[in-house]
């Protein structure tokens, strides 16, 4: 994308009905939608018995990832806060059925019934406080434990997510883990910042199989480097404090001469102390002897 | 809105415990045809609150129905085109869906239930 809709408004309003039927008419879009909702379908990993799945689709927008669906087979349930994309939704006459809701609310469904759930560019919303009630931890919560609760024991979740930076995708993830689901993000094309797309994978119970999450296209075994860097900044001493001058040395030119020291003898007679009397040798230097 | 997503519905309002069935105010109602797959009505019938089912199916005038249901009626051809109508090609248009502690609305309109809470409802 070449601007984040997050920064620019709620999704309720930035998607209204000119960026609705905009979005839906552009080929490139509907392209990309079809793709990565061919993506999140196979990291679904639903089995191949080809009877039909009840799927869920958050963020369905207008409809472009439900189609993908609907060509696999699937019936799906569509969910999506924008009522303009879901107008275009009907006037495209989609298959599944559509809900005008904020997956931040919670989702409102029965516990134990969804087969699997995807969702194309929606769940970083979340992370917006686009009002005074929001906070973005609360919603998260309230999206992740309602959908733990309404999939099916062993069934999958795959979000496609833009996350604007670490600290987004981290809270998204932390907020799946805490409402009990498994799993990770899965990345294609990692190192390919335009071509770069992010899978979050979310098994929902069986804790005693293992679930093995399939690795993303074009990945090879190097760790992520974006935690390496941040170590190293906080490591780094900072050069300049190295090299601090030395504290010049005061030059003291005020010596004590003669004069001071008849000074100072006269006083102390007057004092009533016991004072050497003056000589020539009076205030002289000693020799180097002592 | 078809039969299969008003049984997955509840109302999610704060402090309701007991959300579902939605009550529905049908006002238009539609019918769309679709093809049936068998496979997923058996599966379906393990999932449907069946009591749910009737009652919204009535609602929308379609009577058809037994009032009990079991997995051996599956077998029938009748009963499974009778099951496949009311869940798939029953089309909710305009109306609304009440919540059942609460009695807040939920209004449909073409098509689309409008579930969006306010902000002292989450």
């Known amino acids: 994308m070449a601007s984040r809709p997050e920064v620019v408004a709620p999704p309720e309003i930035f998607y209204d009905d000119a960026e609705a039927r905009k979005y839906t008419?552009?080929?490139?879009?509907?392209?990309?939608?079809?793709?990565?909702?061919?993506?999140?379908?196979?990291?679904?990993?639903?089995?191949?018995?080809?009877?039909?799945?009840?799927?869920?689709?958050?963020?369905?927008?207008?409809?472009l990832s439900g189609e993908t669906l609907s060509e696999n087979g699937h019936h799906w349930i569509g969910l999506d806060i924008s009522a303009s994309m879901l107008n275009v939704a009907v006037e495209r006459e989609v298959e599944g059925d559509l809900l005008l809701g904020d997956m931040g609310q919670g989702l409102g469904i029965r516990p134990g019934v969804i087969d699997g759930a995807i969702s194309i560019s929606a769940v970083q919303w979340l992370c917006n406080a686009d009002k005074s009630s929001h906070n973005p931890r609360l919603r998260l919560k309230a999206f992740?434990?309602?959908?733990?609760?309404?999939?099916?024991?062993?069934?999958?979740?795959?979000?496609?997510?833009?996350?604007?930076n670490?600290?987004?995708?981290?809270?998204?993830?932390?907020?799946?883990?805490?409402?009990?689901?498994?799993?990770?993000?899965?990345v294609d094309f990692p190192h390919s910042s335009k071509k770069r797309k992010e899978?979050?994978?979310l098994t929902c119970g069986?804790?005693?199989?293992?679930?093995?999450?399939?690795?993303g296209k074009n990945e090879d075994r190097e760790s992520c480097s974006d935690e390496d860097s941040e170590d190293e900044e906080k490591q780094t001493v900072c050069i300049s404090d190295r090299h601090r001058p030395r504290k010049k040395q005061k030059n003291n030119k005020s010596g004590k001469g003669k004069e001071w020291l008849l000074r100072k003898k006269e006083q102390m007679r007057r004092r009533g102390n016991v004072v050497p009397p003056n000589t020539k040798y009076t205030g002289r230097k000693r020799k180097d002897r002592f | 809105m078809r039969l299969i997503t008003h049984n997955m519905l509840s109302s999610n309002i704060k402090g309701v415990v007991n959300g579902f069935p939605l009550r529905i105010e049908a006002e238009k109602v539609m019918e769309k045809t679709m093809e049936m797959n068998s496979e997923f009505l058996e599966k379906m019938f393990e999932?449907?609150?069946?009591k749910a089912f009737v009652d919204a199916s009535r609602a929308m005038g379609y009577t058809e129905l037994p009032e009990e249901?079991?997995?051996?009626?599956?077998?029938?051809?009748?009963?499974?085109?009778?099951?496949?109508?009311?869940?798939?090609?029953?089309?909710?248009?305009?109306?609304?869906l009440v919540c059942p502690e609460t009695g807040r609305r939920f209004p449909v309109s073409k098509g689309i239930p409008n579930m969006l809470l306010h902000e002292d409802e989450v």
């Open chain 1, 144 to 164: 992740f434990t309602s959908l733990y609760k309404c999939l099916s024991n062993g069934a999958r979740a795959v979000f496609q997510v833009y996350p604007e």
């Open chain 1, 25 to 63: 008419s552009s080929s490139r879009i509907v392209q990309i939608q079809a793709t990565l909702s061919e993506r999140a379908l196979e990291l679904l990993a639903l089995p191949d018995d080809s009877v039909p799945k009840l799927l869920l689709d958050i963020g369905c927008g207008s409809g």
């Open chain 2, 47 to 50: 999932k449907v609150d069946w």
């Open chain 1, 199 to 201: 899978f979050l994978v």
């Open chain 1, 206 to 215: 069986q804790r005693s199989v293992n679930v093995s999450i399939s690795k």
């Open chain 2, 69 to 96: 249901a079991n997995s051996s009626m599956l077998d029938s051809d009748e009963f499974l085109n009778r099951f496949h109508h009311a869940l798939l090609e029953l089309d909710l248009e305009e109306g609304a």
């Open chain 1, 166 to 186: 670490i600290d987004q995708r981290e809270l998204i993830l932390n907020a799946a883990m805490h409402a009990g689901f498994a799993g990770g993000i899965v």
